[in-house]
């Protein structure tokens, strides 16, 4: 696994030195682990990082020992603390937090138990602590929303390692197979293509099963004439890519047919919306409306897009507009799926799902595989 190096790393330390700045913090408590992964490459099943305007106090345990000290090496902003024998990830937070006395402290709300942060609050009390911490939810989160030139690469690489994976598996006849066979086979591919794992639970949902949105890989036998709607990602270097395609197994009728192209046209004019300064709900709509034209509004049960990243689903949010609420404009280097559907109950479903870059003229396909895949 490729891990960003120092550069990259101090670039994005600057930009939170200078976030923290502007909403007058003088440090952060880090919990989400993707944001710990994002500030110090360290990547752990379990870690918490306290992040002043200029140092990186990253906590691990024994497990991930080695890893710590690898990355307090290879990046000197950082200073690994392990936790003490025996010590709790909670107890060594206060521990490491109580010489920072007097400082402005933030903390992820969306990114804590309401059991930690008040085991934290109540012991920095009990060891005289003063001030209250501050909500600074989002700060590392909008770090993330525009790619740096690393990441950018890393989600390049992995879309074209994905978008090979789904040629070969798309090359092979479906028909007489069972839905949890071809993600098996998926899944290996995954690993053999380099992907750490795969990005989320692959999904394959032929005929009916295909009206279900989030169906899974079960043990129904794919029939000649099926549309298959295939669902795959995966994570590599950290950072997910996500693709489907929607294939009919053995010749496709015209019905099946036409709702492909329809589904392939409104992601068409979901691209075409895509440009700097755009709203990811005028993104949405260019898809929704396409598709209404074919009378399948309401075939369309869910947003156009998500932001993609070291999460599977992060911002921006490309869906219909909520009341009262308006997602922030898109930018250059933010990445997204473009994946509008059609689902129709009792019969079968297709989506259609694309990675794509922001791009200073409008955007740029990631992913490569032809979208109206017939045989
Ligand atoms: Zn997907
Ligand atoms: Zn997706």
Same mark, same amino acid.
């Given at each position: 696994?490729?891990?960003?190096?120092?550069?990259?790393?101090?670039?994005?330390?600057?930009?939170?030195?200078?976030?923290?700045?502007?909403?007058?913090?003088?440090?952060?408590?880090?919990?989400?682990?993707?944001?710990?992964?994002?500030?110090?490459?360290?990547?752990?099943?379990?870690?918490?990082?306290?992040?002043?305007?200029?140092?990186?106090?990253?906590?691990?345990?024994?497990?991930?020992?080695?890893?710590?000290?690898?990355?307090?090496?290879?990046?000197?902003?950082?200073?690994?603390?392990?936790?003490?024998?025996?010590?709790?990830?909670?107890?060594?937070?206060?521990?490491?937090?109580?010489?920072?006395?007097?400082?402005?402290?933030?903390?992820?709300?969306?990114?804590?138990?309401?059991?930690?942060?008040?085991?934290?609050?109540?012991?920095?009390?009990?060891?005289?602590?003063?001030?209250?911490?501050?909500?600074?939810?989002?700060?590392?989160?909008?770090?993330?929303?525009?790619?740096?030139?690393?990441?950018?690469?890393?989600?390049?690489?992995?879309?074209?390692?994905?978008?090979?994976?789904?040629?070969?598996?798309? %090359?092979?006849?479906?028909?007489?197979?069972?839905?949890?066979?071809?993600?098996?086979?998926?899944?290996?591919?995954?690993?053999?293509?380099?992907?750490?794992?795969?990005?989320f639970d692959t999904i394959v949902a032929a005929g009916p099963n295909a009206a279900l949105p989030h169906g899974r890989a079960g043990q129904r036998r794919i029939e000649a004439?099926?549309?298959?709607?295939?669902?795959?990602?995966?994570?590599?270097?950290?950072?997910?890519?996500?693709?489907?395609?929607?294939?009919?197994?053995?010749?496709?009728?015209?019905?099946?047919?036409?709702?492909?192209?329809?589904?392939?046209?409104?992601?068409?004019?979901?691209?075409?919306?895509?440009?700097?300064?755009?709203?990811?709900?005028?993104?949405?709509?260019?898809?929704?409306?396409?598709?209404?034209?074919?009378?399948?509004?309401?075939?369309?049960?869910?947003?156009?897009?998500?932001?993609?990243?070291?999460?599977?689903?992060?911002?921006?949010?490309?869906?219909?507009?909520?009341?009262?609420?308006?997602?922030?404009?898109?930018?250059?280097?933010?990445?997204?799926?473009?994946?509008?559907?059609?689902?129709?109950?009792?019969?079968?479903?297709?989506?259609?799902?694309?990675?794509?870059?922001?791009?200073?003229?409008?955007?740029?396909?990631?992913?490569?595989?032809?979208?109206?895949?017939? %045989?």
């Open positions: 696994m490729r891990i960003a190096p120092p550069d990259i790393l101090s670039a994005r330390l600057a930009r939170l030195a200078s976030t923290l700045e502007d909403r007058g913090l003088d440090a952060v408590i880090v919990t989400s682990l993707a944001n710990v992964a994002y500030l110090t490459g360290f990547f752990a099943s379990a870690a918490a990082l306290i992040a002043t305007r200029g140092e990186l106090l990253l906590v691990g345990d024994g497990r991930y020992a080695q890893a710590l000290n690898d990355r307090a090496q290879e990046f000197p902003s950082i200073r690994a603390i392990e936790l003490p024998p025996g010590a709790s990830y909670d107890q060594t937070l206060v521990d490491t937090l109580l010489p920072l006395q007097g400082a402005r402290v933030g903390f992820e709300s969306s990114h804590v138990t309401v059991r930690r942060h008040h085991f934290v609050v109540s012991q920095l009390a009990d060891q005289g602590w003063a001030a209250a911490l501050h909500d600074a939810d989002g700060v590392v989160d909008g770090l993330r929303v525009r790619k740096d030139a690393w990441e950018v690469a890393r989600l390049r690489d992995g879309a074209q390692r994905l978008s090979s994976v789904a040629k070969c598996i798309l %090359s092979n006849v479906l028909a007489g197979r069972t839905e949890a066979d071809v993600a098996a086979e998926i899944d290996g591919a995954l690993r053999r293509a380099g992907f750490e794992r795969p990005a004439g099926d549309l298959v709607v295939i669902d795959c990602g995966g994570v590599l270097d950290g950072y997910c890519t996500d693709l489907t395609r929607t294939v009919a197994a053995g010749p496709a009728g015209p019905r099946e047919r036409r709702l492909i192209e329809q589904v392939v046209e409104a992601q068409q004019a979901a691209f075409a919306a895509v440009r700097p300064g755009a709203a990811p709900e005028a993104v949405d709509e260019a898809a929704r409306e396409t598709l209404g034209r074919y009378g399948l509004a309401e075939a369309f049960t869910h947003g156009t897009g998500h932001g993609l990243g070291l999460e599977i689903h992060e911002a921006p949010r490309v869906s219909k507009r909520r009341a009262g609420h308006a997602e922030p404009p898109l930018q250059t280097g933010m990445v997204m799926t473009l994946e509008p559907g059609a689902y129709l109950a009792g019969w079968g479903g297709v989506r259609i799902e694309d990675d794509v870059l922001v791009t200073e003229d409008g955007a740029e396909w990631l992913t490569d595989v032809p979208r109206a895949w017939m %045989s």
